[in-house]
Every structure is written in structure tokens, then in C-alpha cells.
């Protein structure tokens, strides 16, 4: 179901094309699953987003927008360095330490 979750923050962000708001350490606007019905959400699910969200504020600032503008919105590490104003290799770099920290975070 883990992955579930994510597929839906993807599908948002497709939905919404590319649209980054200002702030992107905005979390919760970033993290807001308007797709998902609360009804079929189970504990497991509830506990891992309550997980996943802090690992996520955990994150320092340009590791977080390089995680959600590559692996949330969907961009590519290109366009994210377009969008973050930053290099190409910059934004690999954060978007992989951000995606171990969060490993590292949520396995505990």
C-alpha cells in the first residue's frame, strides 16, 4: 500500500501539470491526498503516511523540493533544476539523499 500512496501523490501532481507553487517547503499543500477515500485507508496506511510526512519535514529544505518536484510532481531531474533554479546533478544529488534519509527514517 506504501507505494499506493505515492502513485496517488503522482497522480495529483500529473493532474495539475507541472503547476510548482511558490514555497515548495509548503508541505501539506504538497502532501494533501485529495484522491484517497478515508473510508478504504487502513491503520497500516494511516500510519505509514503519518510516518512518511514526517520524514518528509525531517528533510532539509532543498533535499524536500528535489524530492517532491522529482518523485511527487513528477518531473524530470532536468526540469526540476529548471524549476529549483540549480544544475542537473545538484538535484540528483539531493532527490538520492532525500530518498535514503526517508528509507532510513520510515524502516525505523
Not at 502513485?7 to 507553487?21: A, F, K, M, Q, V
Not at 515548495?24 to 510516518?51: I, K, M
Amino acid at each position: 500500500m506504501n507505494g499506493l500512496l505515492i502513485d496517488h501523490y503522482r497522480t495529483d501532481s500529473h493532474r495539475r501539470e507541472h503547476e510548482i507553487p511558490s514555497g515548495l517547503g509548503n508541505v501539506d499543500g504538497d502532501l494533501a491526498l485529495t484522491s484517497v477515500d478515508p473510508h478504504t485507508l487502513t491503520l497500516e496506511d494511516v500510519e505509514f503516511r503519518h510516518d512518511f510526512d514526517l520524514a518528509l519535514r525531517n528533510l532539509d529544505e532543498d533535499q524536500r523540493d528535489a524530492f517532491i518536484v522529482t518523485e511527487l510532481r513528477g518531473l524530470t531531474e532536468r526540469e526540476a533544476a529548471d524549476v529549483l533554479d540549480t544544475s542537473q546533478p545538484t538535484v540528483h544529488r539531493r532527490a538520492e539523499a532525500a530518498r535514503n534519509q526517508l528509507r532510513e527514517e520510515i524502516a525505523a
